[in-house]
T-cell receptor, first 112, second 114 residues
């Protein structure tokens, strides 16, 4: 079956540092790709998405570009804040768009 | 819209007890899902439903049951609680027709089995 692999955490950064969380997927074709964020004590919520190759999803200063040639969807932010501390999940959708496969999650801790 | 609502938020069970985690959504979504998230781990799919009256097993269905009598409700039943079922449970929904593949999650139900 399909799988999504993301870098293991925790990732610890100082405020205003540059963030990259790597994500690769295995599905063939052009699955929609997502980044979800889970703040402490809460459920997951959609951070950004991309539905076709070379699309760039962006939200709250985060970006990720759909790279078909490397089957990747890495999450980046130029300057992280303490409030970005959370667990980030990469996910891909099946062709029908009704089942998501999640990566294992990456915990980000940002220190002042 | 309230979105996806789960109850209870916290529960402690003794081994062998049974309980039902409630989930309801007010977005008229066809698809609903139950996931569990163990400490420091990702999400594992327990059961899902493509519409009222239809349910199917996910990755880790043993020890659980579900029903989907209405579009809105998708309760998860634990019949004989075991310590291995200590986890945080998330319900989610998705609109299948013309949707974006975006899942909407509830806030989670933290279950401890002692």
């Amino acid at each position: 079956g399909n799988s999504v692999t993301q870098m293991e955490g925790p990732v610890t950064l100082s405020e205003e540092a540059f963030l990259t969380i790597n994500c690769t997927y295995t599905a063939t074709g052009y699955p929609s790709l997502f980044w979800y964020v889970q703040y402490p004590g809460e459920g997951l919520q959609l951070l950004l998405k991309a539905t076709k190759a070379d699309d760039k999803g962006s939200n709250k200063g985060f970006e990720a570009t759909y790279r078909k040639e490397t089957t990747s969807f890495h999450l980046e932010k130029g300057s992280v804040q303490v409030s970005d501390s959370a667990v980030y999940f990469c996910a891909e959708a099946n062709n029908a768009g009704n089942m998501l496969t999640f990566g294992g999650g990456t915990r980000l801790m940002v220190k002042p | 819209n309230a979105g996806v609502t789960q109850t209870p938020k916290f529960r402690i069970l003794k081994i062998g007890q049974s309980m039902t985690l409630q989930c309801t959504q007010d977005m008229n979504h066809n698809y609903m899902y139950w996931y569990r998230q163990d400490p420091g781990m990702g999400l594992k799919l327990i059961y899902y439903s493509v519409g009222a009256g239809i349910t199917d097993k996910g990755e880790v269905p043993n020890g659980y049951n579900v029903s989907r009598s209405t579009t809105e409700d998708f309760p998860l039943r634990l019949e004989l609680a075991a310590p291995s079922q200590t986890s945080v449970y998330f319900c989610a929904s998705l609109r299948s027709q013309g949707g974006t593949g975006e899942l909407f999650f509830g806030e989670g139900s933290r279950l401890t089995v002692l």
